[in-house]
């Protein structure tokens, strides 16, 4: 198994530009979330999803949108990247929600200009 | 809401000696607690977890016990080795079958030879 899977490893983008963020799993989760870590700041909720075809929105969602049709694939979407969101994205998954051990991604690090 | 605390700065400590990090927290509920380590250039991994008060967590040589007394949760080893320098993350999980996770801030931990 794979894991986790994030692509890609570093990206630098533009003010206003989109971009989508990639995360894969292969262990048949169906819990799978979105963080992203800020110096200082431990790891922050974006959002997450219980299953195909569920999402919500966690702690800080302004800026990002999701969605959820297979499994395996839970995709980030910046619309219109902004330099506050400079920031290194984790995705994390797990078997269910009930199960509260996460397996976290090797991360997206984001620069926005 | 439910958060967490970690002790500030940075922990420097050499090889063998003992390692003692910090964690309380504040929850509604009956919240999970984990500790979660991120080697450098990596994802974060779960390091050990506890579910309910009293419980002791323990894994490649740590431990934690789950004091709801004191609402802490402190992650100590007896004898830190170089290869446990990385950064350590305390967490919660709100245990409302969700699977939220509330992080700290981290602490990094470096073992000099």
């Known amino acids: 198994n794979a894991g986790v899977t994030q692509t890609p490893k570093f990206q630098v983008l533009k003010t206003g530009q989109s971009m989508t963020l990639q995360c894969a799993q292969d262990m048949n989760h169906e819990y799978m979330s979105w963080y992203r870590q800020d110096p200082g700041m431990g790891l922050r909720l974006i959002h997450y999803s219980v299953g195909a075809g569920i999402t919500d929105q966690g702690e800080v969602p302004n800026g990002y949108n999701v969605s959820r049709s297979t499994t395996e694939d839970f995709p980030l979407r910046l619309l219109s990247a902004a330099p506050s969101q400079t920031s290194v994205y984790f995705c994390a998954s797990s078997s269910s929600a009930l199960e509260e051990t996460q397996y976290f991604g090797p991360g997206t690090r984001l620069l926005v200009l | 809401g439910n958060s967490v605390t970690q002790m500030e700065g940075p922990v420097t400590l050499s090889e063998e000696a003992f390692l003692t990090i910090n964690c309380t927290y504040t929850a509604t509920g009956y919240p999970s607690l984990f500790w979660y380590v991120q080697y450098p250039g990596e994802g974060l991994q779960l390091l050990l977890k506890?579910?309910?008060?009293?419980d002791k967590g323990s894994n490649k040589g740590f431990e934690a016990t789950y004091r709801k007394e004191t609402t802490s949760f402190h992650l100590e080893k007896g004898s830190v080795q170089v290869s446990d320098s990385a950064v350590y993350f305390c967490a919660l999980s709100d245990g409302y079958g969700n699977n939220r996770l509330a992080f700290g801030k981290g602490n990094q931990v470096v073992v000099i030879p």
């Open positions: 506890a579910t309910k008060a009293d």
